[in-house]
């Protein structure tokens, strides 16, 4: 039996979370209500000034999801079916759901092993005549080599959308020591503030970043029916606004931003320090130019039978999840002549052996403690 005999171990802690903010929320949520300013209300334009501020960017523009954050960056650039986009094979289905969506063509590559990010070689070899946009993922909390990535698209003028939808407040280092936030360094950065993301309200939220004025103008019109003046529509958009109360919980969370960053690099700090030469655990590893906001902390096994491992953890009252389980090129969804299995070794290699824990700003030492013990325990 566990010895937390009161507590249960969750992947996220939101409800612990929530108990410290909770007086701000609430009366923010009933001043919403007693308004009625449900959409549009004070706190979204609030928010998005705060956001803009914390960046250190000239724009944000909230919307409705990640997703459509990203649908509507890859509209306000007038990508064009036919279009090519390279991103990741090794990420959640967002980023590439978008780019069929629109009629583009998603052209995958594979990751590195020890970072999970983007491979930037197999960036330039995917670029055709055709390329117009690089989507670089910051997955699990860490930036890609933004650096290599900027002078590729540079080299061959093309767009990038960074999905950072798992790394809000990362710094990025370039060698030339300027530091600046994930997601404002390309054309575009897209976020999303799903209940779970590190940056998340309670429901759906998104938003978009960008330092490009006329850019900035486009994506706010798109995310409002295209629309310019009221009733005026200069182009096809979308409707993907952020909810007054969602605007409110971002206010009173992205002043913790940071201090749940720390939280998560204790949590993260820990793990490593445990599993530290285990001969069947590789830990995540750090990149000298980003920090990490680890979003999740994901382990490779190395010759375990995952599935059992994460039953014994269950029955243990340990949770455990596999982000992710199955390639994108190997989804029915992205079937394409393209390609087959075997052409993303990497990424393939990842699916079968990755393993989050629970990774979350309320974790307590007696419940490391115990997750890193039992998880020893159960690899002997
Ligand atoms: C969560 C996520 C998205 C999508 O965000 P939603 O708000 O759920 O639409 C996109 N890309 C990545 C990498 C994500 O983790």
């Keep these: 039996m566990s010895i937390l005999a009161n507590k249960k ?33 004070p706190a979204v334009k609030e928010f998005q000034t705060n956001l803009e501020k914390y960046l250190n960017v000239k724009h944000v523009i909230p919307c409705a999801n990640g997703t459509d954050a990203l649908q509507i960056a890859m509209m306000a650039l007038d990508l064009k079916p036919g279009d090519e986009v390279i991103t990741a094979s090794f990420t959640y289905v ?86 600046v936030k994930a997601g404002t360094i390309g054309t575009i950065g897209c976020t999303s503030f799903f209940p779970s993301k590190n940056l998340g309200c309670y429901g759906d939220g998104g938003a978009m970043y960008t330092n490009d004025d006329e850019l900035a103008k ?58 530290a030469n285990h001969p069947k655990l590789k830990t995540p590893v750090r990149v000298k130019n980003s920090t990490h906001v680890f979003h999740q902390y994901t382990l490779q096994l190395i010759n375990v039978d995952r599935t059992k491992l994460r039953e014994q953890l269950q029955e243990k009252g340990i949770p455990a999840m596999i982000y992710y389980p199955i390639p994108l090129h190997e989804q029915k969804a992205f079937k394409s002549d393209r390609y087959k299995s075997g052409d993303f070794p990497v990424t393939e290699t990842l699916c079968k052996c990755v393993l989050s824990l629970p990774m979350h700003t309320e974790m307590d030492a007696e419940s490391l403690k115990y997750i890193t013990e039992t998880l020893i325990d159960l690899l002997k």
Aim: a negative charge.
């Design 9 to 41: 171990i969750q992947m996220v802690d939101l409800k612990s979370q929530y108990e410290k903010i909770k007086t701000e929320i609430d009366a923010g949520i009933q001043d919403v209500i007693s308004n009625t300013a449900f959409i549009n209300g």
């Design 94 to 179: 967002a980023t590439a759901e978008v780019i069929g969506l629109l009629g583009l063509t998603p052209v995958l590559v594979d990751v590195y092993s020890d970072t999970f990010d983007i491979d930037v070689e197999a960036i330039e070899k995917a670029i055709t005549p055709k390329t117009k946009a690089i989507v670089p993922v910051h997955l699990f909390g860490q930036c890609a080599n933004m650096e290599k990535i900027m002078a590729l698209a540079k080299k061959y003028n093309l767009f990038v959308i960074e999905d950072v939808a798992q790394a809000i407040g990362a710094d990025y280092t370039f060698s030339n020591g300027t530091t």
């Design 218 to 275: 486009k994506l706010k019109m798109i995310s409002h029916h295209g629309q310019s003046v009221q009733y005026v529509h200069d182009v096809l958009g979308v409707n993907s606004r952020l909810d007054t109360i969602q605007a409110v919980v971002l206010n009173a969370k992205l002043k913790h931003l940071d201090e749940y960053a720390v939280a998560r690099n204790t949590v993260a700090n820990y793990y490593d320090k445990a599993f």
